[in-house]
């Protein structure tokens, strides 16, 4: 047995082990062999939505404002940062 071997022997046995978590590894890997991705949470995913679609709604109103723009695209300027918030929220689901 070589001296690494040893060392993670002992280090696992000095561990203490909580009760039904030795068959369950700390990640399991997909079908691909890769560990899962991390997921933030619920609170910072929620501010993250606000933020792009608070941000894609800044840049249609000063687009409106800059622009002459015809009066169909106000509909557009409003409607568009629900839908690009909710395509980025969905990039975790």
Known sequence: MSVPEQR???????????????????TQPDSAGKPPRKHPSKAM????????????LAIGLAYLIFNETPVFAIPLV?????IAAVAFRDIWD
């Open 8 to 26: 993670n022997q002992t280090e696992a046995a000095e561990k203490p082990r909580t009760p039904g978590r030795e068959t369950q590894p700390a």
């Open 45 to 56: 995913l929620n501010l993250m939505t606000w933020l792009v679609g608070l941000g894609i």
């Open 78 to 82: 409003v409607t568009v940062p629900v």
